[in-house]
Every structure is written in structure tokens, then in C-alpha cells.
């Protein structure tokens, strides 16, 4: 697999979620997508799960879709969420270890946080937000999706605003690697690790720091880069010798698929 080449050819979209992770669409219904917006070639990346990517490479196979199986890990540095992609990973016993544990703990944590909105008088149990996974895992976006059904708040980014969010009532830390653990997992199954979304880190100075880590590639193209920030992380990659990519880093018909500003 040539990252480089795929994003010189264009009609890629290296960022996709599915219901293996907080994504509202299946791994197969996922490439469907793709196809239907007439892309090549694309990446799945769940969050700390590789479990969609054999579902999704055989909906590949159907619709002459090239899928990269691919991860996002959860990372955290100097209190930051650092989340970094992995491309062309494949499933290894260390990488099984790591995931095997941070499955459990996101099961264990799903558990405290249900806990904790009871314990504030907003009743929920894990069959209201099942309804909502799909999948076998439960995210934060599920939980918030059972809260809004619930009628305590009007909408999901409520629930974020004022329970789910970081040192919020209701919120619960994540088992986290550190950033160099993250990427040396990656690359020990065969990928290369690429920086996520750096805006979301919202800041440069850590953004400096990581790249003097071993990454492989940047993600400079995101539906929540402007042009601005494109442009500067294009050339943060070029100073520090990196692959540039991008996506849509689709989750819901909230984001659109292809559609995150590519601009070689």
C-alpha cells in the first residue's frame, strides 16, 4: 500500500467509522457509501478496533472498492487527546493484546457512566443505549443518544456540554497509551502512523513536539480544517519530512463521505 500514491490519484477517504466503533452505519453499508460518491479508495479507522475491516474489504470486493484496513487509537499527551490513524495495519497478538484490554475498560467505563447519570436522577440502563451501538461496543455519542431519548436534555451535544464532556459530571477517562506507544503499535503490525485532526488539539506547540515523534504522515485534510489550517499543516509536514492525508472522518449523515476539503 502507497499512502502517497493514493492521495496523488485523488478520490480517496482515508477517515471512516462504522458501527464496530460509534459509527451509525455498517462496515458493508459504509463502502456502499463510498461507492455511491464514486470513491476508490478508503480507510476504515474505528476507534481502538480493527473488528469491521473484514466485513468491510469483502463489501470492497463487491463494489471494486479498495479498503485499507486501518485504526484510530486513543492516545494522550501532556493532558491532550492525541489520536493517531493507523494504515495497512495487520492484526497481530501484540496489537490483539492491546485492543482486547482497551475494549474491556471502554465496557467497564460505559458501566460508570451509565452509573453516574442515575446517580443524578436521569435514569438509563444499557439496553437504552444498546438501541443506539449496534455494534458490540458503547460509546459516549450512544449513552448521549439514550439521555436526549430520554428527555433529559434537547440534543446530544447537550449531554456533552453539560454531563459527557472532559471533567464534566458524567464523563469518565479513557484508558489512554501514550503517543510513542501508540505509533510503535501501528507500526509493529505493518502500518504507518498518522496524526489526526491536529486542529483538534488546538495547539501548535504540542503539534511541533509530536512531530519530532516517529510519525509517518500528518492528516492535513478534515471537515473541521479550513484552508488555513491545511496550508500550515502542509507545511508542518514538509519541515518535518512527513506523508500528508486526509477524510471525511464520517460517523453519521451529520458528516458527508469525500467531502473534507481535499486540495493536493
Request: glycine share 10%; aromatic share 6%; net charge negative.
Amino acid at each position: 500500500m502507497d499512502i502517497k500514491k493514493v492521495i496523488e490519484e485523488g478520490n480517496f477517504d482515508l477517515h471512516l467509522h462504522t458501527t464496530a466503533s460509534d459509527g451509525i452505519y455498517s462496515p458493508s453499508e459504509v463502502v456502499k457509501k463510498a461507492a455511491e460518491k464514486g470513491i476508490t479508495t478508503i480507510a476504515i479507522t474505528d476507534h481502538d478496533t480493527i473488528e469491521g475491516i473484514t466485513e468491510a474489504k469483502q463489501a470492497g470486493n463487491i463494489f471494486g472498492i479498495t479498503v485499507i484496513p486501518g485504526i484510530e487509537l486513543s492516545t494522550k499527551y501532556k493532558g491532550k487527546t492525541i489520536d493517531i490513524l493507523g494504515y495497512g495495519i495487520n492484526e497481530t497478538s501484540e496489537l490483539s493484546k492491546v485492543l482486547e484490554r482497551l475494549r474491556d475498560h471502554r465496557q467497564n467505563r460505559s458501566e460508570i457512566i451509565i452509573k453516574k447519570f442515575c446517580d443524578l436522577g436521569m435514569t438509563i440502563t444499557s439496553s437504552d443505549v444498546r438501541k443506539y451501538s449496534k455494534g458490540e461496543v458503547i460509546a459516549r455519542p450512544h449513552i448521549a443518544k439514550a439521555v436526549v431519548e430520554k428527555g433529559y436534555a434537547k440534543d446530544t451535544q447537550e449531554v456533552f456540554d453539560l454531563y459527557l464532556g472532559d471533567g464534566k459530571p458524567c464523563s469518565e477517562e479513557k484508558m489512554k497509551l501514550n503517543p510513542l506507544e501508540g505509533i510503535k503499535l501501528i507500526q509493529n503490525a505493518g502500518g504507518q502512523a498518522v496524526l489526526a485532526h491536529p486542529k483538534l488539539i488546538h495547539d501548535d506547540k504540542i503539534i511541533a513536539e509530536l512531530m519530532e515523534l516517529p510519525f509517518d504522515g500528518i492528516e492535513v485534510w478534515h471537515r473541521k480544517h479550513g484552508k488555513n489550517d491545511t496550508d500550515r499543516y502542509k507545511k508542518i509536514a514538509a519541515k518535518y519530512r512527513k506523508l500528508i492525508t486526509g477524510g471525511s472522518d464520517f460517523h453519521n449523515e451529520e458528516h458527508s463521505i469525500g467531502d473534507f476539503g481535499y486540495d493536493l
